[in-house]
T-cell receptor, first 112, second 117 residues
């Protein structure tokens, strides 16, 4: 099925641990985005990429890193997990021709 | 900078009532797109509608309708004869279509709609 795939769906991390949230799309979209959703706060942009090898910071990048070595993959890295990073994370890709966004199903992360 | 305001944090209605969710946006671009998404309790984001800045026609889809008014920078969403299955968080979002914005999507904080039987 064409779309955006996020793994894992759920994860519990201890403070100070690191992990990578995976995001893969098979639609050949150049534009990809990572958002976090906190209760009552909507979705905020963490990082985005306009194509392989090009990434840039969004509104809330602190504590995260990304890479984009291929068009398909856009992983999000948490190096030293903190309780403030407890959130639901969404990855999305953008189709310029159709002007539409495809979202993954989300990753629910809890840092304890 | 683009901004979306959903002033209603929570709305509670009884089934079959009509309900309107408000959305006010700010942008300097003349070309932009507005979106509504539904997030049911299961957590996924469900696309409802996209409207570009040059099309101010109102749209109706079944029990859903949208009122886009550039003069007041608003893009309101009405559910007619609400049902329990409409209970969800609803997000309004804005994307500036100029290439310089890199098509980043800015979301409002969302409105939690609860429809009681």
């Amino acid at each position: 099925n064409a779309g955006v795939t996020q793994t894992p769906k759920f994860r519990i991390l201890k403070i100070g641990q690191s992990m990578t949230l995976q995001c893969t799309q098979d639609m050949n979209h150049n534009y990809m985005y990572w958002y976090r959703q906190d209760p009552g706060m909507g979705l905020k942009l963490i990082y985005y990429s306009v194509g392989a090898g090009i990434t840039d910071k969004g509104e809330v990048p602190n504590g995260y890193n990304v890479s984009r070595s291929t068009t398909e993959d856009f992983p999000l890295r948490l190096e030293l997990a903190a309780p403030s990073q407890t959130s639901v994370y969404f990855c999305a890709s953008f189709n310029r021709v159709m002007y539409g966004y495809t979202f993954g199903s989300g990753t629910r992360l809890t840092v304890v | 900078a683009q901004k979306v305001t959903q002033a209603q944090t929570e709305i509670s209605v009884v089934e079959k009532e009509d309900v309107t969710l408000d959305c006010v946006y700010e942008t300097r671009d003349t070309t932009y797109y507005l979106f509504w998404y539904k997030q049911p309790p299961s957590g996924e984001l469900v696309f409802l509608i996209r409207r570009n800045s040059f099309d101010e026609q109102n749209e109706i889809s079944g029990r859903y309708s949208w009122n886009f008014q550039k003069s007041t920078s608003s893009f309101n969403f009405t559910i007619t004869a609400s049902q329990v299955v409409d209970s969800a968080v609803y997000f309004c979002a804005l994307s500036e279509a100029s290439g310089g914005s890199n098509y980043k999507l800015t979301f409002g904080k969302g409105t939690l709609l609860t429809v009681n039987p």
